[in-house]
């Protein structure tokens, strides 16, 4: 059988044109499944992993509906994409405007994130826009300060909806909503998919498609998984040695505060690694150009929290490591999945410690994953009792209650176990 094309899914000639430009020659699996219904019409729920095109494929089909409908003398937002954080915003915002600008007539799409001025947002929006991409934080302000109306939008994208779940967002999201016109079209996408989002799917999705990109738990094949057992207090010794002796040039490496991240770039920095962090302390001109100088090559690592999990995409980024874990099992694909992104391959390594091999453990379950133990010569690790503070080299950023993850080790009945061997 031949190669389907973006032909064969029904899009315009513009819309090819787009397609053409950005470099997309073959639809992805998701792209492939999502664009006809969408054409249509329909409601959708897509299971798509991160780095799997689907930004593209509902960016195209909506563009599509844009340039299809009537065109009015005052703009009004007909396309509203609520995304989870600032830089997720910016870059769908990019993907509109990139794909659009092949159409007869562009749409004007606005980005509003909080972090920065409201001032240039509400000049923004004068005039209207045709596409909104939007934290539902600066959604809400805008809202209030009437910069933006919503009441004739016709197709609501909820992106990594997962997240807009977790964060706290029900409250803002909710808001959002009620200001929408009952008669339009939902789209809901996200990588994992936990049940709230089943519940959010069956509340606002009207005889849905599902489409599913790949295999909703797991990661992409291409990304090659490895555990370290090393010593919490040698990671960051180890993380210098294997970016020099991989020559690793753009790694991502997670870790579990803030302040973590100010101190590992600073001692890579102070060894000689081009390294900086990203973090959500930084104003959003300062996180801003940070990704900027690592996207092109200023920096070879960078030091992030979960800020940089979700979305992002970092063309080119060969590796991902975990100094620490990540508290839940599903944030494990998604800060992998920065890497290997659009058929490129990537490496994901884990640092495992006494103290957090148990958690290791519990994500390989959630995961179905089994991972060798490797160790490094002259990094193997000595402790063989986790510390005393249970939680110890984790992340430093719970409090003493149980969490979700307690929770779900006690009832994995995971207990910390022996260094392994
Ligand atoms: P996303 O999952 O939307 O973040 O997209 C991940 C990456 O895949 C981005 O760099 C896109 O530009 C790229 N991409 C999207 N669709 C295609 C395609 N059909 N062919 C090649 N690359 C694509």
Redesign the pocket.
């Given at each position: 059988m031949s190669e389907p094309t973006f032909a064969s899914l029904g899009l315009s000639a513009d819309l090819l044109h787009a397609?053409l430009d950005?470099?997309?020659?073959?639809?992805?699996a998701i792209?492939l499944d999502a664009i006809p219904p969408l054409l249509r019409g329909q409601d959708l729920l897509g299971l798509?992993p991160?780095?799997?095109?689907?930004?593209?494929a509902f960016a195209l089909p909506l563009l599509q509906r844009l340039a299809a409908g009537q065109r009015h003398a005052q703009r009004r937002v007909r396309v509203l994409v609520l995304v989870p954080t600032r830089e997720l915003a910016a870059?769908v915002g990019e993907?509109f405007r990139r794909l659009g600008a092949s159409c007869a007539h562009p749409p004007k799409v606005a980005v509003l994130f909080g972090g920065v001025s409201v001032n240039p947002q509400m000049m923004g929006l004068r005039g209207g826009a045709d596409v909104v991409v939007a934290t539902p934080g600066r959604l809400l302000d805008l809202l209030e300060r009437n910069a933006l109306r919503l009441d004739g939008v016709e197709a609501l994208v909820l992106d990594e909806a997962d997240r807009l779940l977790d964060l706290g967002f029900a409250a803002e999201r909710e808001r959002v909503l009620a200001e929408l016109p009952a008669q339009r079209q939902t789209l809901l996408f996200s990588a994992t998919f936990p049940q709230e989002v089943q519940a959010l799917a069956d509340s606002l999705l009207r005889n849905a498609t599902r489409v599913e990109a790949a295999a909703p738990d797991g990661a992409a094949p291409a990304i090659v998984q490895r555990v370290i057992s090393v010593d919490a207090g040698r990671r960051t010794e180890l993380l210098r040695r294997l970016v020099q002796d991989e020559k690793w040039d753009r790694v991502l490496v997670f870790v579990a505060t803030r302040h973590a991240a100010e101190q590992v770039a600073r001692k890579l920095h102070d060894r000689g690694v081009y390294a900086a962090p990203l973090h959500g302390e930084l104003s959003q001109g300062q996180r801003t150009e940070v990704l900027a100088h690592f996207k092109d090559r200023r920096y070879d690592v960078l030091v992030t929290t979960d800020l940089a999990a979700r979305?992002i995409?970092i063309?080119g980024l060969e590796a991902v490591v975990n100094y620490d874990l990540p508290r839940s099992p599903n944030d494990y694909v998604h800060r992998i999945g920065r890497t290997a992104?659009?058929?490129a391959s990537g490496i994901a390594v884990s640092f495992a410690s006494a103290g957090t091999e148990a958690h290791m453990r519990l994500i390989e379950k959630r995961q179905n994953l089994v991972l060798p133990r490797e160790q490094v010569a002259g990094f193997e690790p000595v402790e063989l009792e986790p510390p005393p503070q249970p939680e110890a080299g984790v992340g430093g950023i719970k409090g003493k209650r149980p969490s979700k993850k307690d929770k779900l080790r006690a009832a994995a009945g995971l207990t910390p176990g022996p260094a392994p061997d």
């Open positions: 397609c950005a470099g997309y020659l073959t639809p992805t792209q798509a991160t780095g799997s095109g689907k930004t593209a870059q993907v979305g995409d063309p992104r659009a058929g």
